[in-house]
């Protein structure tokens, strides 16, 4: 069976779960998903990668680190904040095909402090 060609070259899911304000998890909707979302779309597409789909998704899973956000094929995870973070992310993974390690998060990672602990270590 020969492989077929992606129709997309990678596909980005964002997180844009919201949950109560006082929920103990928190949400990537309340941390700033809402507006960075649209902003990564814009940006992806200013920067001509018409091969990149950028969708909202439900929750991930990973609400104590958000906002999150996942591209496959490659399953690369990460955090961001800002902005900035975004641009980091589509110039450094999507244009360069390199990792922003400093937004990255391991399999293992499900909490703050074990990111955190990581990053130090570095």
Request: charge should be neutral.
């Amino acid at each position: 069976m020969a492989e077929a060609d992606l129709f997309y070259k990678a596909h980005v899911f964002v997180c844009k779960n919201e949950r109560p304000e006082n929920h103990p998890r928190g949400c990537c909707l309340h941390r700033g998903a809402d507006e960075l979302q649209p902003y990564m779309k814009e940006r992806a597409k200013a920067a001509g990668l018409k091969s990149i789909r950028i969708n909202q998704s439900g929750c991930l899973e990973r609400c104590e680190l958000g906002p999150v956000l996942v591209i496959y094929p490659e399953g690369v995870w990460y955090t961001y904040q800002t902005k900035a973070d975004i641009d980091e992310i589509i110039q450094t993974h999507m244009v360069e095909g390199g990792r922003v390690d400093r937004l990255m998060l391991m399999p293992d990672e499900k909490f703050p402090e074990q990111r955190q602990a990581r990053l130090a270590a570095k």
